[in-house]
């Protein structure tokens, strides 16, 4: 059982150039989370997913995408790299209340 | 909305020491409570959770909480720390009227025990 599993581990990118962190569960829940993880400022929602086809901004959606084409799979796409993005992002899943099962992490590096 | 605030961004203590780590959140309505913890290098695990019930939860690891509604605090304790507790921890809560069940983070609290 993989739980939650993010791809890549870790990616540096140029300022302009867009990417996508991949996040697949297996786990067939269906509510599904991205956040960034900055030092001291702890966790902020990016998108969240409640099934497949419906997501909704959280509180830094400035920057990203998602989409859900399956329950499985909700991957979080960068346009245009800022400096700014340079973070840690986690992906997560839950049944709904709240209990979330994390993956690994992307850090990912702007420059 | 609500927010989460832990006390404390950073606490060493030596082995065996007892620790406690303070939680406050602002929602008035009815939450549940969560401490997530984050050893070096690795993702966020699920050390304990509070739903409804006895405020008194205890977690994994030996580690327990308190949820003081009247406070709206929910603090994490341990007697006797080890060596390998060394790690972030951070306070979550969702409202219950979330129905997409998102998590509202602390900060977190780095916590280095010494040997």
């Known amino acids: 059982n993989a739980g939650v599993t993010q791809t890549p581990k870790f990616r540096i990118l140029k300022i302009g150039q867009s990417m996508t962190l991949q996040c697949t569960q297996d786990?067939?829940?269906?509510?599904m989370y991205w956040y960034r993880q900055d030092p001291g400022m702890g966790l902020k929602l990016i998108y969240y997913s409640v099934g497949a086809g419906i997501t909704d901004k959280g509180e830094v959606p400035n920057g990203y995408n998602v989409s859900r084409s399956t329950t499985e799979d909700f991957p979080l796409r960068l346009e245009l790299a800022a400096p700014s993005q340079t973070s840690v992002y986690f992906c997560?899943?839950?049944w709904g209340g709240g209990g979330y099962t994390f993956g690994s992490g992307t850090r990912l590096t702007v420059v | 909305a609500q927010s989460v605030s832990q006390h404390n961004h950073h606490v060493i203590l030596s082995e065996a020491a007892s620790l406690e780590l303070g939680c406050n959140y602002s929602?008035?309505?009815?939450?549940?409570l969560f401490w997530y913890v984050q050893y070096p290098g690795q993702h966020l695990q699920l050390l304990l959770k509070y739903f409804s019930g006895d405020p008194l939860v205890k977690g994994i690891k030996g580690f327990e909480a308190e949820f003081i509604k009247s406070k709206f605090s929910f603090n994490l304790r341990k007697p006797s720390v080890q060596w390998s507790d060394t790690a972030e921890y951070f306070c979550?809560?969702?409202?219950?009227?979330?129905?997409?069940?998102?998590?509202?983070f602390g900060a977190g609290t780095q916590v280095v025990v010494t040997p």
């Open positions: 786990m067939n829940h269906n509510y």
């Open positions: 979550a809560v969702n409202a219950q009227t979330d129905s997409w069940g998102k998590l509202q």
């Open positions: 929602y008035g309505g009815t939450v549940n």
């Open positions: 997560a899943s839950s």
